[in-house]
């Protein structure tokens, strides 16, 4: 094959920067986050949203004094809302209920249009569905994702960036993603760029306590294949010329072991090929339904008898989402991995936009086009392929400061994608041509 550096490629080592904030996150703070959630008692969607002590409301109002908290060192760059509405009855909503949404947002300071969303959810449950009043401490399910996204929240606060990171404690989730469905719906209807999107939901420890041995290194990220939003234009091409891993969540899903499986942050990250477990879901799928690439974060292997069960003691095993369950240590890897990926993300160009494969004639060459890049420090673009039977990317070309570029090398045989790079380094995810 012509041209091109060879297989292996490097991977992007955190800049110093991130570095710096890596080391900021904190287990003790972890742990203190994931202890007052769990002591609401319940954070039950049909909960208290006015009791100062016990629900889900006391809960929504801690998180938000928390992101006000780190928003004050942020130079007036964080700023904090509730974002809030009423669902109508609905499935697992008997009466109208207020979802409310805890939202922070950190404004880029060179492409602020340009967006990347991390959530956890702060509701929990018990074994009923609608059981608002049974203790649910959900320290696992899913206070660890609201520690790891309130952690990184802290640490970037100070920090200016080049995109928008928006960190959310989503509401509603165990009722059926009534939170992130509203925070996603809101970003589309403001035609928001989204380019990415993660949910942290049971991140809580690599130990399943069930007798297996711990993988306290490993963190899963579900990403989908076929893109739940794809149109039936998309399916025929998809279907004429392949295509099924290149989807935009793939390529984030290869970002993310890109330049956050590493040993500052002391994890690896586990891709799984699909949307999420069998018989389960979480936020990002409200992200995917709108077109927004987008993944999830969850622990190696789970304990079900620790997820949705009534606190209890039964045949001498312990049930219930407790925190003595959770490794606060882990959870901060786990939020390291967030870090490292939303830093080199808002840090990074964009994702290359208008990506074009040159399908105008039958020729053993190929030439791309793409829309050039709006970062201000943009260095120039890489185009990469790999065999059509690879999983990750096998070559990459560096074509300087361009919009299109023909390489020797038959469209027919490889998938080709191209990245944008920075003055220093920063590379963006890759983008998948389309044939025009
Ligand atoms: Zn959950």
């Not at 629900?55 to 006000?68: H, P, T």
């Not at 802290?154 to 960036?161: F, G, I, L, W, Y």
Request: glycine share 8%.
């Amino acid at each position: 094959m012509p041209a091109g550096r060879p297989a292996g490629l490097p991977k992007q080592a955190p800049d110093r920067e991130l570095k710096a904030l890596l080391q900021e996150i904190d287990p003790h703070r972890v742990e203190t986050i994931v202890r007052r959630l769990a002591g609401f008692g319940t954070r039950h969607t049909l909960s208290s949203q006015d009791d100062p002590v016990r629900g889900v409301g006391a809960a929504r109002d801690w998180i938000y004094e928390q992101f006000q908290a780190y928003a004050a060192t942020s130079g007036g760059r964080m700023t904090v809302e509730l974002q809030s509405y009423i669902q109508p009855p609905a499935s697992r909503i008997p009466e109208p209920t207020r979802i409310t949404n805890v939202v922070a947002t950190l404004r880029g300071t060179g492409e602020p249009g340009r967006i990347y969303v991390v959530t956890g959810h702060y509701d929990s449950r018990a074994s009923d569905v609608m059981d608002a009043t049974s203790d649910a401490p959900g320290a696992d399910d899913d206070a660890s994702g609201v520690a790891a996204v309130l952690e990184v929240a802290r640490v970037m606060a100070t920090r200016e960036v080049q995109a928008t990171v928006i960190f959310a404690a989503v509401a509603g989730e165990e009722q059926g993603l009534y939170g992130s469905d509203h925070l996603a719906q809101q970003l589309k209807g403001a035609g928001a760029d989204v380019q990415a999107m993660f949910s942290n939901d049971i991140v809580g420890t690599g130990n399943s306590h069930d007798g297996t041995a711990a993988d306290p290194r490993t963190v899963r990220l579900f990403v989908e294949g076929v893109p739940t939003a794809e149109t039936p234009a998309q399916t025929s091409t998809r279907q004429s010329v392949g295509g099924e891993n290149d989807g935009a969540s793939r390529q984030l899903g290869r970002f993310v072991q890109d330049v956050a499986a590493n040993p500052q942050t002391g994890m690896d990250v586990r891709v799984v090929w699909r949307r999420d477990r069998y018989l389960r879901g979480s936020d990002h799928i409200s992200f995917l339904l709108r077109g927004y690439p987008a993944a999830r974060f969850t622990e190696p292997r789970e304990n079900f008898a620790h997820e949705h069960q009534n606190v209890r003691v039964e045949n001498g095993v312990q049930y219930g989402d407790l925190v003595e369950f959770c490794d606060f240590r882990y959870i901060a890897r786990v939020a390291r991995v967030n870090a490292a990926a939303l830093w080199s993300l808002a840090q990074a160009p964009g994702t290359p936009k208008g990506v074009v494969i040159d399908t105008t004639q039958l020729t053993n060459a190929t030439t791309l086009r793409w829309q050039p890049s709006t970062a201000p420090d943009i260095e120039g673009y890489e185009v990469l392929w790999r065999e059509t039977t690879a999983a990750q990317w096998e070559r990459v070309l560096v074509v300087g400061n361009v919009t299109t570029t023909t390489v020797d090398v038959s469209k027919d045989n490889v998938f080709f994608g191209v990245r944008a790079v920075d003055r220093d380094g920063h590379r963006s995810p890759v983008a998948a041509p389309v044939p025009g």
